[in-house]
């Protein structure tokens, strides 16, 4: 079965969700895996602006420890880099609402675990405008 490009930019994004979370508790080291999400989202964007790509890329890596404290630094990582998938998946026609930033991270969680969370209040809660 072949994967369509809206298959592969989801599980892009899915990827890029999950060294975002990494990013949060330390600095992530550079690889040919992430290298290469981030080169074929940005060969499927929607215009030729390279920035946030490689924002994302210094973001992930960057220590920030020279100026900030452990804890100020996870934060900061996190939430640049967070911001930089936001700009990247908009670049790819996505914008990373709560329900499709839910939908990324029960990409990354076992069945067992997808069970779990969709028995949950929170997922009811999430899921009451829904019909």
Known sequence: MRLGQEQL????LVALDEI???CSAAPVAPSPALRFILAWLYAHNLDNDRACYDAFWRIVQDDMAINHSTD???YLRGTQA???LMKIARR????LTADFQCELRQARM???ERMIYRASPVYRFSRRHDD
């Not at 930019?9 to 892009?12: C, D």
């Not at 790819?92 to 914008?95: H, V, Y």
Request: hydrophobic share 35%.
């Open 9 to 12: 930019t989801f599980g892009a």
């Open 20 to 22: 975002v979370d990494q």
């Open 72 to 74: 100020n630094a996870h």
């Open 82 to 84: 967070r911001t930089e």
């Open 92 to 95: 790819a026609g996505i914008e």
């Open 110 to 112: 076992t069945k067992a």
